[in-house]
């Protein structure tokens, strides 16, 4: 690249430019054409962009991550098995509500579905959402700390503690096993 003519490589992205905008059946996804031709993927300072002093590495990196990217674009207008990984990493916002296979399931549901046929056990949990049970008439007569957070479970006179709610039904949550994302490490692409 370093041998060609400035302006001769002006002409031909120019050229190129022309025929992407002009053509009408040759070329599906013109916005992504022109912005790959005018080394606009991503936006500034994007790991998408060609970047002077890029060494060999960075270059194949870059490639692939190109192809991945222009392949999950075309991809994500069609709704197929494929649609969610594009949404994931093209959309995340999209994203925020879903249900994904790696989020911890609501255990505390099968145990009280196993233990309810022993007799009553009733599940609240506490301010924080620690769940606990409450056997005989499921209803809280005596406090007690939370072993995890130790604010006050339980209540008087089958009343329960302030901040502290009955469970029902699953409590499956939206979300990964990975933590927040605040305790993850920073991005390495930038």
């Known amino acids: 690249m370093r041998n060609i003519n400035p302006q001769t490589q002006e002409q031909s992205v120019e050229g190129i430019a022309t025929f992407i905008e002009t053509t009408k059946e040759k070329v599906t996804q013109k916005d992504i054409a022109m912005r790959l031709l005018r080394n606009q993927l991503g936006g500034p300072g994007s790991c998408l962009t060609v970047r002077r002093g890029h060494n060999m590495r960075d270059q194949s990196v870059m490639c692939l991550l190109v192809h991945a990217y222009v392949t999950l674009t075309h991809f994500n207008k069609v709704t197929n098995f494929i649609k969610p990984l594009t949404d994931l990493i093209l959309a995340p916002h999209k994203m925020m509500n879903m249900f994904l296979p790696t989020m911890p399931q609501d255990d505390i549901?099968?145990?009280?579905?196993?233990?309810?046929?022993?007799?009553?056990?009733?599940?609240?949990?506490?301010?924080?959402?620690?769940?606990?049970?409450?056997?005989?008439?499921?209803?809280?007569?005596t406090e007690a700390t939370c072993n995890i957070c130790k604010t006050k479970i339980g209540g008087l006179s089958h009343q329960a503690a302030a901040g502290n709610t009955q469970v029902t039904g699953d409590q499956t949550r939206p979300g990964h096993v990975l933590g927040k994302s605040s305790r993850q490490n920073q991005c390495l692409c930038r």
């Open 109 to 141: 549901d099968a145990i009280r579905q196993s233990l309810t046929r022993e007799g009553t056990i009733v599940f609240y949990q506490c301010q924080n959402g620690h769940p606990y049970a409450i056997g005989e008439c499921g209803r809280p007569y």
